[in-house]
């Protein structure tokens, strides 16, 4: 793929800053991640020295107030960084994790101690961040959880287990989906943090999939696992209004990272069909192929444009949560039947690992699963008819 800073479509949400900071961020990326994104694949983990040159560089949680060790930026600044990983496929880095989905948890429920104890270390890279859903046969029935946190005195004592917590190795701050309340379903789910080193706190293997393999993905376990009521992320109990207010977002991100990886994907593939000789011409002569790819032209660019609604949407303070789930089962969904007709398209070469089309194909799989299954975001959507 040619990877040389190009010019960017004009976009009425993303300003001539946002861009300037695009080509910052994108030199970081081609000189930082893509040289060796291959190995952290092969080692099924991103080093923590990355986290710690991108907090020095200012492009971790670019939205956090400057109080706390941010630049105090709006959202247009992380959909950039979303944009430009998702651009070279570099699914290891899970920036957008750490800084748009677990820090705005802390910096609007954490208390004012915890916020400037653990905000400062996450801005710089020091403290990476990870949240603790998903529990063996669970799914994403978040009600249904079954890790628990009983109040002794002034502390929490944690019970539980989690599974494909994404950052799970490298985290040094992870947010525990737990009950407080087992008996009241939903209404008895709180938020509680719990710092790496914690007697109790313990990461199992490091699970193997078939996709984002330089991601580290974990098991984690909780024994008896004592921490302050500070830790409490939020109201005792309301947890779970907690997660309904901040997973519009998360599916903003993961819609952000679909599209652009779509359209990333679609110029590798118009590049490679016109180079490829087969029966006396390019693969690209073939009119099947070229029509797939102009009709793929046309829905990838309809879907941008309702994208970009929603982020102005959202850095207004107005996206809902069904156009946010509209967007991530529109945008993953798509991402899917793109990336396997782009991948039909290099033939044989396109099922390499070497190839960008075949890692990023397996890579789009999970899209249709985290962040609330397809399904999931059907039944949202609804609810609203």
């Not at 699914?91 to 916020?115: C, M, N």
């Not at 990461?203 to 008896?224: C, M, P, V, W, Y």
């Amino acid at each position: 793929m040619d990877t040389a800073l190009r010019p960017v479509r004009p976009r009425a949400v993303l300003t001539p800053d946002h861009e300037a900071f695009r080509a910052q961020f994108r030199r970081f990326v081609e000189r930082e991640i893509v040289p060796h994104h291959r190995d952290w694949e092969r080692a099924r983990c991103v080093p923590r020295e990355l986290w710690r040159k991108a907090g020095e560089q200012g492009f971790l949680c670019p939205t956090l107030p400057e109080e706390y060790g941010g630049a105090g930026a709006d959202f247009g600044y992380s959909a950039v960084v979303i944009e430009e990983l998702a651009r070279v496929n570099a699914s290891g880095a899970a920036f957008q994790l750490h800084s748009d989905i677990v820090v705005p948890y802390i910096l609007a429920y954490a208390t004012e101690e915890r916020k400037r104890e653990w905000l400062p270390r996450m801005a710089s890279g020091e403290m990476i961040g990870a949240i603790a859903m998903t529990e063996p046969g669970m799914g994403s029935d978040l009600k249904a959880v079954r890790a628990t946190a009983r109040r002794e005195g002034d502390h929490y004592v944690i019970n539980g287990s989690k599974t494909f917590i994404s950052n799970g190795q490298n985290a040094g701050l992870v947010i525990v989906v737990c009950k407080t309340d087992p008996e009241a379903g939903r209404k008895g789910v709180s938020l509680i943090a719990v710092e790496e080193g914690t007697p109790g706190f313990s990461r199992g293997r490091n699970l193997e999939k078939i996709g984002l393999h330089a991601q580290d993905t974990s098991e984690l376990f909780f024994e008896d696992v004592r921490v302050p009521v500070a830790n409490l992320i939020g109201e005792e109990n309301g947890g779970f209004r907690h997660l309904m207010h901040q997973l519009p977002q998360e599916r903003l991100i993961i819609a952000i990272r679909a599209a652009t990886n779509m359209e990333a994907m679609l110029d590798e593939t118009v590049a490679y069909t016109k180079s490829r000789p087969v029966f006396g011409q390019t693969v690209f002569d073939f009119q099947v192929h070229r029509f797939k790819l102009a009709e793929a032209k046309a829905e990838i660019g309809m879907f941008r444009v309702y994208l970009d609604d929603c982020l102005t949407r959202h850095m207004q303070g107005e996206l809902s949560g069904e156009e946010a789930a509209a967007a991530k089962l529109l945008g993953t969904e798509m991402q899917n039947k793109w990336l396997d007709a782009f991948l039909q398209m290099h033939g044989g070469y396109g099922y390499m690992a070497e190839y960008a089309i075949g890692r990023a194909w397996t890579d789009a799989r999970i899209g249709r699963i985290y962040g609330g299954s397809s399904e999931v975001m059907k039944e949202i959507i609804a609810r609203t008819l």
